[in-house]
Antibody, heavy 120, light 107 residues
Framework: QVTLRESGPALVRPTQTLTLTCTFSGFSLSTRGMCVTWIRQPPGKALEWLARIDWDDDKYYSASLKNRLTLSKDISKNQVVLTMTDMDPVDTATYYC????????????WGQGTLVTVSS | DIQMTQSPSSVSASVGDRVTITCRASQDISRWLAWYQQKPGKAPNLLISDASSLQSGVPSRFSGSGSGTDFSLTISSLQPEDFATYYCQQAKSFPITFGQGTRLEIK
């Protein structure tokens, strides 16, 4: 059974750095072809792809956020960590991690999401 | 970036109706397209990948079609649990992009 769960602070101050952890089970990120992605959704708005980390440690980032995002993984803990620097109120959103299917950048299992509010 | 444009933005329909939602890509994405259903407060649920491949467990009343730049999602006979927001997503190239969503409401 595949599950993912996001964790991190619910409130972040402007200019601070956000650190989110995706803890998953039912698959291993050391398995060839496995990838985990982060996607966010501002309240009442559409989905926005942020970044992806692969089994072989390749990483891909949204061009518009590339300078602010960093991905890492801990195979032994079944975790992926996303950091986003210089947070702004426009970054207020529900942040999801999701597993990529084996045949393309589609996402078959998602965490429940974590709402991050950026406010002073 | 590839822009994904859905229409309509919202639609009202009744149980039993047939509904079609369209998605247009700003450039050729072949069949690298997915459809998701999202209910309030929940994560999106993958319905269809590769434009027309139904995910396991998704009812057969959902179907997808299209290639290139024009795609559609059809629900053949709406059920009460289908009222939700639907998103298309291209998987052709980075950055992955989503449509703005289509809200399906009860008439």
């Amino acid at each position: 059974q595949v599950t993912l769960r996001e964790s991190g602070p619910a409130l972040v101050r402007p200019t601070q750095t956000l650190t989110l952890t995706c803890t998953f089970s039912g698959f291993s990120l050391s398995t060839r072809g496995m990838c985990v992605t982060w996607i966010r959704q501002p309240p009442g708005k559409a989905l926005e792809w942020l970044a992806r980390i692969d089994w072989d440690d390749d990483k891909y980032y949204s061009a518009s956020l590339k300078n602010r995002l960093t991905l890492s993984k801990d195979i032994s803990k079944n975790q992926v960590v996303l950091t986003m620097t210089d947070m702004d109120p426009v970054d207020t959103a529900t942040y999801y991690c999701a597993r990529m299917v084996d045949h393309g950048d589609y996402f078959d299992y998602w965490g429940q999401g974590t709402l991050v509010t950026v406010s002073s | 970036d590839i822009q994904m444009t859905q229409s309509p933005s919202s639609v009202s329909a009744s149980v039993g109706d047939r509904v079609t939602i369209t998605c247009r890509a700003s450039q050729d994405i072949s069949r690298w397209l997915a459809w998701y259903q999202q209910k309030p407060g929940k994560a999106p649920n993958l319905l269809i990948s590769d434009a027309s491949s139904l995910q396991s467990g998704v009812p057969s009343r959902f179907s997808g079609s299209g290639s290139g730049t024009d795609f559609s999602l059809t629900i053949s006979s709406l059920q009460p649990e289908d009222f939700a927001t639907y998103y298309c997503q291209q998987a052709k190239s980075f950055p992955i992009t989503f449509g703005q969503g289509t809200r399906l409401e009860i008439k």
